[in-house]
């Protein structure tokens, strides 16, 4: 058994916890490994504004837009890190409050191919985007469809690829999960337009156009 884990007595299904002194640990090591290319994120428009066990809270702009717009905030929960991956939920950056799926406005998109039986890699059919972003009902809770993170690894379709295959292959650390968000996320964003939600024509030569919100666009979905 894995000297970080203690079994708990007093479950009924014997489920581990990690000592939390030992979750800590891991948690610092991997708040000082971002800190080490802070700058390196920072050109990629990846804020890290605020870190207190077992939480950190980071900000995704999207960087190649002008002027700088966020894409998206999160917030990483370390609780029982690493014997459970990060749980990560999308939040308001100024209120911090959880998002549901239609309040958040972003896709993390990722471009599906198939190749044909039998055929080269040149051969590859590209099909419709994947949104990584999954929700669950009700409640419209998003989550992030990738190994690595936790609400992927407790949503039921994912029950036979379990979280400790991953555990040492370097998924879930922040390192990965901030390269997965930027490489779906806001990387690939280059451009707004607005949302119109309502016209009225006002009169013969005129109209009147309500906007709600933006739309980002994307030069790039990548696979």
């Known amino acids: 058994m894995d000297e970080s884990v203690v079994v708990s007595p007093d479950s009924k299904s014997a489920q581990q916890q990690v000592d ?15 800190k080490k290319v802070k700058e390196y994120n920072r050109q990629r428009g990846i804020i890290l504004f605020d870190a207190e066990f077992p939480y950190m809270k980071l900000a995704f702009y999207a960087y190649r837009i002008t002027p700088l717009i966020l894409a998206f905030a999160i917030k990483l929960d370390f609780t029982n ?5 990060p749980s990560l939920k999308f939040i308001d950056f100024l209120l911090e409050k959880e998002l549901t799926r239609p309040e958040l406005n972003i896709q993390l998109l990722r471009q599906q191919s198939i190749q044909p039986p039998g055929q080269q890699a040149e051969g590859i ?9 999954q929700f669950h009902t009700p409640g419209l809770v998003p989550f992030v469809c990738i190994p690595g993170i936790r609400e992927y690894h407790e949503h039921p379709a994912h029950s036979n690829d379990p979280w400790l295959s991953h555990r040492r292959k370097g998924e879930g650390t922040l390192g990965f999960i901030i390269d997965q968000l930027h490489k779906y996320g806001s990387e690939p964003l280059n451009g707004i337009m607005p949302n119109m ?6 009169n013969p030569a005129g109209m009147m156009v309500q906007f709600q919100g933006i739309v980002f666009s994307r030069d790039k979905i990548p696979l």
């Not at 890190?81 to 991956?85: K, R, T």
């Not at 059919?125 to 972003?133: H, R």
Request: proline share 6%; no cysteine.
């Open 20 to 34: 939390p002194v030992v979750s800590r640990a891991k948690f610092n090591r991997e708040l000082a490994t971002f």
């Open 81 to 85: 890190y690493d014997l459970e991956a």
């Open 125 to 133: 059919i590209n099909t419709s985007p994947l949104d990584l972003i």
């Open 197 to 202: 939600a309502n016209i009225q024509q006002i």
